[in-house]
Antibody, heavy 119, light 109 residues
Framework: EEQLVESGGGLVQPGGSLRLSCAAS????????MHWVRQVPGKGLVWVSR????????TYADSVKGRFTISRDNAKNTLYLQMSSLRAEDTAVYYC????????????WGPGTTVTVSS | ESVLTQSPGTLSLSPGERATLSCRAS???????LAWYQQKPGQSPRLLIY???SRATGVPDRFSGSGSGTDFTLTISRLEPEDFAIYYC??????????FGQGTRLEIK
């Protein structure tokens, strides 16, 4: 079964840092672009960041640019999101998402991990 | 940055009825890189439609997508009880930014 499982969420103070991880299984991780998408409970989906399959090209939403860093370890089948200078507005559920090959949409989503930024 | 506007915000229908959801882009979406997702309470989103009109694996054929350029539609031909959820459209692909619409809530009338 193709699966993504996030970890690393939790409570952090404003200005603090957190690193999210996403373990992939059941598919060839290195073949896929990967994304982070976040959602404030009760609100809509917001794209955060993208990394291409070998990890050399990354893209960020303006709201996180300069504060968040996406990376991947294809040998470990793991995606990361290093978050720093966290703000209250970064509080959300963070989903790890696989982009299907050939631009066939985002077809595998993890269950999400919750990040709460609060003092 | 392209903005996606979904309408209506909430759609109230009965099982067996036809649902039509709209997604309008502020800029033309090239190569129809437009997807639709379904999200139920407490669950992660699920891909329904990609490339504007192609059904994802395992999606029932009562779901269909259409449109091009700036105007796109998700149609559910005959609503089943499990179809009541929130639906999001999304611009994706190799553009600098990926955006989601604000969502349409499909509720039981």
């Amino acid at each position: 079964e193709e699966q993504l499982v996030e970890s690393g969420g939790g409570l952090v103070q404003p200005g603090g840092s957190l690193r999210l991880s996403c373990a992939a299984s059941g598919f060839t991780f290195s073949n896929h672009w990967m994304h982070w998408v976040r959602q404030v409970p009760g609100k809509g989906l917001v794209w955060v960041s993208r990394i291409e399959s070998v990890g050399t090209t990354t893209t960020y939403a303006d709201s996180v640019k300069g504060r968040f860093t996406i990376s991947r370890d294809n040998a470990k089948n793991t995606l990361y999101l290093q978050m720093s200078s966290l703000r209250a507005e970064d509080t959300a559920v963070y989903y790890c998402v696989r982009e299907a090959r050939f631009a066939y949409g985002m077809d595998v989503w993890g269950p999400g991990t919750t990040v709460t930024v609060s003092s | 940055e392209s903005v996606l506007t979904q309408s209506p915000g909430t759609l109230s229908l009965s099982p067996g009825e036809r649902a039509t959801l709209s997604c309008r882009a502020s800029q033309s979406i090239l190569i129809n890189y437009l997807a639709w997702y379904q999200q139920k309470p407490g669950q992660s989103p699920r891909l329904l439609i990609y490339a504007a009109s192609s059904r994802a694996t395992g999606v029932p054929d009562r779901f269909s997508g259409s449109g091009s350029g700036t105007d796109f539609t998700l149609t559910i031909s005959r609503l089943e009880p499990e179809d009541f959820a929130i639906y999001y459209c999304q611009r994706y692909g190799n553009s600098p930014h990926i955006t989601f619409g604000q969502g349409t809530r499909l509720e039981i009338k």
